[in-house]
Every structure is written in C-alpha cells, then in structure tokens.
C-alpha cells in the first residue's frame, strides 16, 4: 500500500532560498526519503504571497519552470499526474512517486478564465481558492466575521474548474467562502491540510459543522503536521492521531486523508517524509483496522480523484 499525502511546500521553498534538489535535501520532503517510507504520490503546492496577479502568476510559473527541471532530472521516479489512470498505472510501483501539481491561492489568475485553462494546460490539477487573505474569488480565514463568502467570479471559476478536471482545495478559506463553494461545486472538494477545531481551536482547523458539511460532500481533509494546528505548546505525534480519531469518530474514516504541509512552516509535528513509514503501525495502535488504515493512507484521497482527474 502506498501513501498519498495532499500538501507540500518544497517547491515554493526552493524558489525563495534560490535552490534545492528533490531527490535529496535536508527540508521535510525529499523523493528518496519518499520512497524509502512507501509514498507513492505527493501534491506539489505553488505558492505566491497575494500581490499584483501578474507578479503572482510570474512566481507561478517560475515554481513550475522547477518542478518541470527537477522531474526531468528525476524522470525514472517522479512522473506528473494528468488524469487517473497515470495514478492507475503507477501507484503500486516501488520506484515511482506521482506529482500532484497544486495552486495554493488563486491570485494568479487575476480575472482572467483563460490562466486557469493555460495552467492547466501546464499540468494544474488542485487549486485552493484563497490562501489566508481576501482575494477576486472568495474570503480567507483571516478575514473572520467579515468573510464576504465566494464572490460571482469565484463561482465562474470553480463551474470551470469542475468541467476542466481540477480538484478545488478549501483549505486557508473563509467559513461563509467555505459553505457557498460547497453550495457551488458538483464534485467532490478536498480540504487538503487542516485538523479538528474542537481539538485544537485554530482558525485554520474546521469546526465540527464543517467536518459534517465535507462528508456529505464526500470530500475529504487531509490532517496536517503543522504544530499550532495540533496542540497548543509542544505536540506529538499521539497529539496528531488524536484529531483522526476526533474526526474518524464524527463523520466516519472515509473522509480523512493526509496533508502534511511538509516545508510549509518550521515546526511540524513528525521529522518529515521519512516518519510515514511508522504510520500504518501507528493507525493499528488507534484502534484502526486494516480497511480503514489503507483508506486514510490512500484509498480516500483516490476516491475524490478518481472522480475528478479526467
């Protein structure tokens, strides 16, 4: 069984420190670390801070200029998911990892439907609507009480991502934002690094409403490593499991993936990559059965793509 896991930063990282190698490196995520804990596919995040939508877009396609080097430099592991069945071919081989290319943030696209088609085009296949702050489409977390929720061209973008194929991520958005996508979407959504707020009352984390909203959805949420988004102070990794026996206990296992947001923030809960190996094992511990481990590790975060990955 090979793990999936919905959120990393790597790439966007190794553009601001001017240089990096995915096939080994001293951050969180590198592919030989991957393969040697059995994950078998990973979402890339291309990651801008809000500014100007042309100098967003232009940071965009610098992140996937790299990301394009880097698989060509590693072409006999790492392959780019375009539709399902490169997932269907691929996920059961040792030596392979897929690549989920993801846009964390829409100001790329300005207001302009043909850059989210051109991205597309480029290998684009999630997209996260907001990062923490109000943008064209939709309001983030940061915003709060004041969440406008999912503006008229927000709505035009997520019919378009649905018809093109591209998976929407509601993770950093606003609660309204959050509900009136739900409201909008036909497909499956996924919230690819967030916790429980019941567990631990973050802004970032969904509150039990939502957890419920996501499932009958049929989306899932991806449990994140970041340490402010599990336990308050210093927490481990029992701290972590604990949010996905909060959520397995309220909406049932089929809606939980993992998300790690590996080199996404300085203080995460595991080592890195690597610490995946430990997980099948750790799940057991739980309490969990063999069926719904291999769900959250990988059949999960498969269901939603097999459903929108053309």
Same mark, same amino acid.
């Given at each position: 069984?090979?793990?999936?896991?919905?959120?990393?930063?790597?790439?966007?990282?190794?553009?601001?420190?001017?240089?990096?190698?995915?096939?080994?490196?001293?951050?969180?995520?590198?592919?030989?670390?991957?393969?040697?804990?059995?994950?078998?596919?990973?979402?890339?995040?291309?990651?801008?801070?809000?500014?100007?939508?042309?100098?967003?877009? %232009? +940071?965009? =396609? #610098?992140?996937?200029? /790299?990301?394009?080097?880097?698989?060509?430099?590693?072409?006999?592991?790492?392959?780019? *998911?375009?539709?399902?069945?490169?997932?269907?071919?691929?996920?059961?081989?040792?030596?392979?990892?897929?690549?989920?290319?993801?846009?964390?943030?829409?100001?790329?696209?300005?207001?302009?439907?043909?850059?989210?088609?051109?991205?597309?085009?480029?290998?684009?296949?999630?997209?996260?609507?907001?990062?923490?702050?109000?943008?064209?489409?939709?309001?983030?977390?940061?915003?709060?009480?004041?969440?406008?929720?999912?503006?008229?061209?927000?709505?035009?973008?997520?019919?378009?991502?649905?018809?093109?194929?591209?998976?929407?991520?509601?993770?950093?958005?606003?609660?309204?934002?959050?509900?009136?996508?739900?409201?909008?979407?036909?497909?499956?959504?996924?919230?690819?690094?967030?916790?429980?707020?019941?567990?631990?009352?973050? %802004? +970032?984390? =969904? #509150?039990?409403?939502? /957890?419920?909203?996501?499932?009958?959805?049929?989306?899932?949420?991806?449990?994140?490593? *970041?340490?402010?988004?599990?336990?308050?102070?210093?927490?481990?990794?029992?701290?972590?499991?604990?949010?996905?026996?909060?959520?397995?206990?309220?909406?049932?296992?089929?809606?939980?993936?993992?998300?790690?947001?590996?080199?996404?923030?300085?203080?995460?809960?595991?080592?890195?990559?690597?610490?995946?190996?430990?997980?099948?094992?750790?799940?057991?511990?739980?309490?969990?059965?063999?069926?719904?481990?291999?769900?959250?590790?990988?059949?999960?975060?498969?269901?939603?793509?097999?459903?929108?990955?053309?």
């Amino acid at each position: 069984m090979k793990i999936i896991d919905l959120h990393c930063d790597t790439i966007s990282l190794f553009l601001a420190l001017k240089g990096g190698k995915l096939i080994a490196n001293e951050g969180h995520f590198d592919l030989r670390r991957a393969l040697q804990a059995g994950v078998g596919l990973q979402f890339f995040s291309l990651f801008s801070p809000p500014d100007d939508s042309g100098v967003v877009l %232009r +940071r965009v =396609l #610098k992140q996937l200029e /790299l990301f394009y080097k880097e698989m060509e430099s590693n072409k006999d592991i790492l392959y780019l *998911v375009q539709n399902y069945k490169d997932i269907e071919t691929n996920i059961n081989k040792a030596d392979k990892i897929g690549g989920v290319l993801h846009l964390e943030g829409a100001e790329a696209l300005g207001l302009d439907i043909d850059i989210l088609h051109l991205l597309y085009r480029l290998g684009l296949r999630s997209l996260g609507l907001t990062w923490n702050k109000r943008n064209f489409l939709a309001d983030g977390v940061e915003e709060g009480e004041g969440d406008g929720g999912l503006s008229r061209w927000g709505r035009q973008v997520v019919k378009e991502a649905n018809k093109l194929g591209i998976i929407i991520d509601l993770s950093h958005i606003g609660e309204k934002s959050f509900y009136d996508v739900l409201e909008a979407t036909d497909k499956p959504v996924m919230v690819t690094h967030a916790n429980a707020y019941a567990v631990c009352p973050h %802004r +970032r984390n =969904l #509150k039990d409403v939502q /957890l419920k909203a996501l499932s009958q959805n049929k989306g899932i949420v991806g449990i994140t490593q *970041v340490s402010d988004f599990v336990k308050e102070g210093k927490p481990e990794v029992d701290d972590l499991l604990f949010h996905i026996v909060y959520i397995a206990d309220l909406i049932g296992c089929e809606y939980i993936a993992l998300g790690s947001d590996f080199d996404g923030a300085s203080d995460i809960v595991m080592s890195g990559i690597e610490d995946y190996a430990n997980w099948e094992n750790l799940l057991r511990k739980k309490g969990f059965c063999p069926k719904e481990i291999e769900d959250i590790l990988q059949n999960n975060a498969l269901r939603v793509m097999r459903e929108i990955l053309k």
